[in-house]
């Protein structure tokens, strides 16, 4: 019998959407987020504009929505 090892919540393209250059582009575009949402935007909108203006993945735009909240 084997053993599956897995890990909950991880993707194998995790190493590509949160590598150091990645992570920078997250953080600019989570300023803009955090601006948007202080002049009362909703927040899917704000992804849906933000996500394709940055071409974030799904996954990004997830964390980012868990990671951003108004001032």
């Known amino acids: 019998m084997s053993v599956k090892i897995v890990k909950r919540g991880f993707d194998p393209n995790d190493h590509k ?4 250059q990645s992570l920078i582009k ?15 935007y909703k927040l899917s ?6 996500g394709g203006h940055y071409q ?3 996954r990004q ?3 980012l929505k868990r990671a951003t909240s108004t001032e």
Do not use: C, K, T
């Open 17 to 20: 959407w949160f590598s150091e």
């Open 26 to 40: 997250l953080s600019i575009a989570q300023e803009e987020i955090e601006w948007l949402l202080d002049r009362n």
């Open 45 to 50: 909108s704000i992804l849906e504009f933000v």
């Open 56 to 58: 974030l993945s799904a």
């Open 61 to 63: 735009r997830i964390a």
